[in-house]
């Protein structure tokens, strides 16, 4: 149902997991547990598929606590579950233990945040697009707010379209080049002339070093690839179909160690 990080699994007031789309209630192209509040599938099957992850994350329904994603730079600080609309953002950060913050993915990096040692967590929605505008500075720049320190900071990255599956126009290569030479690095030629595939993975990786952060992990799982374990928005369009369901990737604070 879900996978796990060593890097976050090893202290005691973490609780995380990056759920597949196995182990829900929801039928057809959304099979079986998506969590996608903006999807077309059954509000009420998804719903459920939301209760179970909150019960396997041991935090109540409500509490499993997600934004509207914009593909923007904005990280939000919360210290209690939303009581009306979800704001606009991509990354929540939180000291506030009990509640899950979750992220929504379909390809892009959902990247989940801990300072362990003074119970401060983020996560992030990093596509392409939030990636290079700043999403995963800001998550960062949030936690510290709260007193978390950025050398302190273990971020992983959870399943996410792969380079062998994402290909590019030269637009697209050329907007990174122009933000930096170095980005050529991040890309490989395709099989059609004016393309290129790009490594996200790798990207977000580079950014979070740049911005100081010691410990990152990239769990390595390609949600393109892995029809039976991820959705993929990419796949989808490949094949035109309507829809497509929603990856959790989900942290909280565990009460009784804080």
């Known amino acids: 149902m879900f996978v796990e ?12 997991a990056f759920f597949t789309r ?27 598929n939301r209760r179970r992850m909150a019960t396997e994350l041991e935090v109540a ?11 923007s730079a904005d990280a939000v600080v919360l210290d209690a579950p939303w009581s009306g609309p979800r704001p606009k953002a991509d990354a929540m950060v939180t000291a506030v233990p009990g509640i899950a913050l979750a992220i929504t993915t379909a390809d892009c990096g959902p990247v989940l945040f801990a300072d362990p040692h003074v119970g401060i ?15 995963l500075e800001s998550t960062i720049e949030a936690m510290e707010t709260l007193g978390a320190r950025r050398d302190k900071i273990v971020a992983v990255l959870g399943p996410t379209i792969s380079q062998p599956a994402y290909e590019v126009g030269s637009d697209f290569k ?20 004016d393309h290129a595939m790009f490594d996200l993975p790798g990207y977000i990786g580079r950014r979070l070093e740049k911005a100081g952060i010691r410990e990152f992990a990239n769990l390595g799982l ?11 928005y990419r796949r ?12 959790i990737s989900a942290i909280t604070l565990i009460p009784s160690y804080l």
Do not use: M
Not at 183 to 193: I, K, L, Q, T, Y
């Open 174 to 193: 050329l907007r990174f080049l122009e933000q930096g030479p170095e980005n050529e690095a991040f890309f490989v030629p395709s099989g059609r002339p």
């Open 222 to 232: 390609c949600t393109y690839a892995d029809e039976e374990r991820f959705f993929s």
């Open 22 to 48: 196995e182990g829900g209630v929801s039928e057809g192209l959304y099979a079986s547990l998506n969590g996608g509040l903006g999807s077309s599938d059954d509000p009420e099957k998804v719903r459920e």
């Open 236 to 247: 989808t369009t490949h094949r035109n179909e309507p829809d497509y369901g929603r990856l």
């Open 5 to 16: 990080a060593p890097e976050l699994a090893s202290y005691p007031n973490l609780r995380h």
């Open 61 to 71: 329904p409500g509490a499993l606590v997600s934004v509207h994603q914009v593909h």
């Open 121 to 135: 967590i983020g996560a992030a929605h990093a596509g392409w697009r939030g990636a290079f505008t700043g999403i």
